[in-house]
């Protein structure tokens, strides 16, 4: 079983730092009682070379490994393709993720259009020092979802300027349990096979743009969408799932609504 966080703080010691390795410890500490072989690994989105996105639509046009912009991009991507879950966090700036996660989610914005990560799920936390905002959550779930990544939960962390370690793990000891627990158990029991109804209706919207595109059937998205088998009338979601029936024909039916008025 493998996690990887991806944090977007610039700040080494800071107090989104300090709720990851608080969490990944108790992670770890989860996985050694049930013995099992968990990795996780950390990567600091701030100190990698991501360039702004210069809007050329290259990646949308002609697959991402065509971008101008030679980075670190790619080089993420692909050990969150290595990773079974994901724990995304960042700092809130003025009621949102701040630039390095947001240039991150732009960058990344080609697999809104080929949902690459269908099967994985992320936990998303978000530190502030006074207040913190469900905006800043939904920024990063609503990407998250549009790329195929069932999303498993939230927290939100209150640390002031800067907060110890010691009095981060006493403050908010149930809070870093709970969202351990909810990441592991998440990512052991494979819970992307059963999506929420906001995940099934976001598929048929997809699918339905798709499905109605005449002008676009030798675009990269079309051909992902056909090799994937997506387009196809049965096909109610990106993987197999373990949604009721119930649950599917009302996301099927609610998602063509919504496609009529927006698509």
Not at 1 to 9: P, Q, R
Not at 97 to 120: E, L, T, Y
């Amino acid at each position: 079983m493998k996690i990887i966080a991806l944090v977007s703080s610039y700040r080494i010691d800071g107090n989104t730092n300090k709720a990851v390795s608080l969490i990944e410890k108790q992670l770890l500490s989860t996985a050694d009682k049930e013995n099992i072989a968990l990795e996780v690994e950390k990567v600091q989105l701030s100190y990698l070379d991501i360039i702004t996105c210069c809007g050329c639509r290259i990646c949308f046009d002609k697959g991402e490994e065509k971008c101008p912009l030679k980075d670190d991009l790619l080089a993420v991507r692909e050990k969150i393709q290595q990773a079974d879950g994901i724990l995304a966090a960042s700092p809130v700036y003025v009621e949102d993720v701040n630039g390095i996660m947001k240039n991150w989610i732009d960058r990344m914005a080609f697999n809104c259009h080929r949902p690459a990560f269908a099967g994985k799920t992320a936990y998303i936390i978000t530190t502030s020092g006074g207040g913190t905002s469900n905006h800043t959550i939904n920024t990063i779930k609503n990407a998250f979802t549009s790329w195929g990544i069932d999303f498993a939960g939230s927290s939100k962390f209150r640390a002031g300027v800067l907060m110890d370690s010691v009095e981060m793990e006493s403050k908010y000891n149930n809070k870093i349990k709970k969202a351990a627990e909810i990441l592991f158990k998440a990512v052991k029991n494979n819970s992307a096979q059963n999506p929420s109804l906001y995940s099934l209706i976001a598929f048929k919207v997809q699918q339905k743009s798709w499905q109605k595109s005449t002008q676009r059937q030798d675009t990269v998205d079309y051909q992902y969408w056909k090799k994937n088998k997506w387009l196809e009338r049965n096909c109610n979601y990106y993987i197999p799932n373990k949604a009721s029936l119930l649950k599917i024909k009302f996301a099927r039916l609610i998602g063509s609504i919504i496609a009529i008025f927006f698509i």
